[in-house]
């Protein structure tokens, strides 16, 4: 079993960064992800890492603004994101699989999601 509590979430202006954490626990060394929901929009995937942190993958609409990285010794995931827009405005939620890379809303364990609201 694995429980996920995401935070960091908040206001920013468009332009701006916001770093949000994925505290894991309970088994943590699985491949993880995270993903977004804005109102009225399926949730979509954004960025997905491995268990070791060597190989990550992102959506085309993130590719190059948004990193995702992992400190295992801390069982937490980030995510930093830079020159956020408008659009990227949505509850993002972190999800561990342990037999796959996340990235479809098919992963097996979910964290509750943290609110990011970009301002223009």
């Known amino acids: 079993q694995v429980q996920l509590v995401e935070s960091g979430g908040g206001l920013v202006q468009a332009g701006g960064s916001l770093k949000i954490s994925c505290a894991a626990s309970?088994?943590?060394?699985?491949?993880m992800g995270w993903f977004r929901q804005a109102p009225g929009k399926e949730r979509e995937f954004v960025a997905a890492i491995n268990w070791s942190g060597s190989r990550t993958y992102y959506s085309d609409s993130v590719k190059g603004r948004f990193t995702i990285s992992r400190d295992n010794a801390k069982n937490t995931v980030y995510l930093q994101m830079n020159s956020l827009k408008p659009e990227d405005t949505a509850v993002y939620s972190c999800?561990?699989?342990?037999?796959?890379?996340?990235?479809?809303?098919?992963?097996?364990?979910w964290g509750q999601g943290t609110q990011v609201t970009v301002s223009s």
């Open positions: 309970g088994r943590t060394l699985y491949p």
């Open positions: 999800a561990a699989d342990p037999s796959t890379i996340p990235r479809t809303t098919t992963a097996l364990y």
